[in-house]
């Protein structure tokens, strides 16, 4: 019965290889939000999603794309993988705009 | 810029005692407050929240205190337990209304036997 899941929990690639992460809320929340976290634990909004529509796109490469299939679902695929992308992935969840549910990380390894 | 402090990276205290982790906001403008906790190895779980039409919010062992005036919030934990240990964040609620959350660095806190 968990609320935010993530697939994979561990990834490790090479350079240059393109890669997703997937989401899944199971809490009929209307918006889900990518994160990133870095090596020094700092959590930056990348995306957000609400009824399938972008409502938040920081600064962010063009290689970062997410994906929203359904309400329940968001997807973050990575073209060109870098050394800098290297990093914890979160995915979280909300009804409105309020308190967040997060997910439990996916850590991405470039080599 | 948009950022949300924390004045600690490290606070380490005695199991028994209370925590006090702080946090600087700099949106006069926010209206909503988080506290998240982190353990190691799992997303930031929701601890309490405040919004800014009150200065004071209590949870079971914590205390959220929101002062407006100097932008400032803190985490009271009363009697610091093992379990407590973690990675505790402040989060202000962007004033666009979007649910964008600037998090703050993050405070470490380390409670000894």
């Known amino acids: 019965d968990t609320a935010v899941s993530q697939t994979p929990k561990y990834l490790v690639t090479q350079m240059g290889n393109d890669k997703s992460i997937k989401c899944e809320q199971n809490l009929g929340h209307d918006t889900m939000y990518w994160y990133k976290q870095d090596s020094k634990k700092f959590l930056k909004i990348m995306f957000s999603?609400?009824?399938?529509?972008?409502?938040i796109n920081e600064t962010v490469p063009n290689r970062f794309s997410p994906k929203s299939p359904d309400k329940a679902h968001l997807n973050l695929h990575i073209n060109s993988l870098e050394l800098g992308d290297s990093a914890v992935y979160f995915c979280?969840?909300?009804?409105?705009?309020?308190?967040?549910?997060f997910g439990p990380g996916t850590r991405l390894t470039v080599t | 810029g948009e950022s949300v402090g924390l004045h600690l990276p490290t606070l380490s205290v005695q199991e028994g005692d209370n925590s006090i982790i702080n946090c600087a906001y700099s949106n006069s403008a926010s209206d909503y407050f988080i506290w998240y906790k982190q353990e190691s190895g799992k997303g930031p779980q929701f601890i309490i929240d405040i919004r800014s039409n009150m200065d004071k919010r209590q949870g079971q062992r914590v205390t959220v205190l929101l002062n407006k005036t100097v932008k400032h919030l803190s985490l009271q934990i009363a009697a610091t337990q093992p379990g407590d240990s973690a990675v505790y964040f402040c989060a202000e609620k962007h004033p666009s209304n979007t649910g964008k959350l600037i998090f703050g660095q993050g405070t470490t806190l380390q409670v000894k036997p």
């Open positions: 979280a969840s909300s009804h409105a705009a309020y308190e967040q549910y």
């Open positions: 999603y609400n009824n399938k529509e972008l409502i």
